[in-house]
């Protein structure tokens, strides 16, 4: 019976190790893993015209759409807007831009003075339509294909690596 | 007549707990959300942006008549397991949830075993 006890508390021992050294070792922090590859079924987003809703419907007839969610106040989206000025030209991928918790003035003053990179532009102004999109900052981008399937995610703003990427993804098809 | 008036406050109770049961109170779905942009905190305790916008998101949604159960599912769909302060029950968190019990089972057998020990040598 001690024989029992003490190789029962052993392993025990050995089983609070392993799960304290897995845990510490592991990044806790939230990330995007689990998003990929899942499904983004419905789309229905303002325009920023608000005039009408950009849908599933809208965007189905392209190979790669990229989303971007982006703000006139937000110094980051400034950064990244070459990158999405050249993403532009490429013929497969067509770019949603969200403009976030934003004034549409502001909004129109962005794109004219930097240039416009998206082929439909939406709305989101009390950010209630980013949940659906798992975002929780900007800027952020998502890559999904024609089946609406989400490849990847970028947090933060895009960057020359993440460029190369976006164009590699969507020359493969 | 004592026992019409114990049977009515029976009722009232009983009503009043099957009340507090359906309706969800917001709050505790607040603590129980990570807020992914702050250290440590929950929607509940953060003024950030992200956990605003994840109130009124809540809100829309208890509005619509999701349950407490629903409106988890729909977040962790969205941002991961990771949102939730109070893992699923599922094979992965099994350990998770079981764990306690069995250290508690185990630490019993122990001091049965340390008694009997004393027990029998007295």
């Known amino acids: 019976m001690q024989k029992t006890i003490k190789l029962t508390i052993s392993v025990f021992i050995f089983f609070i190790l392993l799960v304290f050294y897995l845990s510490l070792n592991k990044v806790s922090n939230y990330d995007t893993e689990n998003l990929v590859g899942n499904k983004l079924n419905q789309i229905k987003l303002e325009s920023l015209e608000g005039i009408n809703y950009i849908t599933n419907k809208n965007l189905k007839k392209n190979s790669y759409t990229l989303i971007n969610f982006w703000a006139s106040w937000c110094a980051p989206c400034r950064v990244e807007h070459p990158f ?14 969200v403009n976030f918790k934003d004034k549409k003035d502001n909004a129109l003053n962005f794109l004219d003075s930097l240039g416009n990179p998206y082929h439909y532009l939406a709305k989101d102004i009390k950010g209630k339509q980013s949940v659906n999109f798992g975002i929780y900052g900007i800027p952020e981008s998502i890559l999904i294909d024609k089946d609406f399937i ?24 | 007549m004592r026992t019409k008036i114990i049977f009515t406050f029976l009722l009232i109770n009983f009503y009043s707990y099957v009340a507090s049961n359906e309706t969800i109170n917001e709050n505790k779905i607040y603590k129980n959300l990570r807020c992914l942009v702050c250290q440590g905190q929950s929607i509940s305790d953060s003024n950030s942006d992200f956990a605003v916008t994840l109130k009124l998101v809540v809100n829309d949604l208890i509005e619509k008549g999701k349950s407490e159960e629903e ?16 893992p699923k029950f599922n094979l992965e968190n099994l350990a998770l949830w079981f764990l306690p019990y069995f250290v508690l089972f185990l630490g019993g057998l122990i001091i049965l075993y340390i008694i009997r020990k004393k027990v029998k040598k007295t």
């Open chain 1, 150 to 173: 989400v490849i990847k995610k970028f947090v933060g703003p895009l960057n020359f690596e993440d460029l190369n990427e976006i164009k590699k993804i969507v020359s493969s098809l």
């Open chain 1, 84 to 97: 999405l000025m050249e993403l532009s030209e490429i013929k497969n991928l067509k770019i949603l831009g």
């Open chain 2, 71 to 86: 409106i988890y599912n729909f977040l962790s769909d969205k941002y991961g397991d990771w949102i939730l302060y109070k």
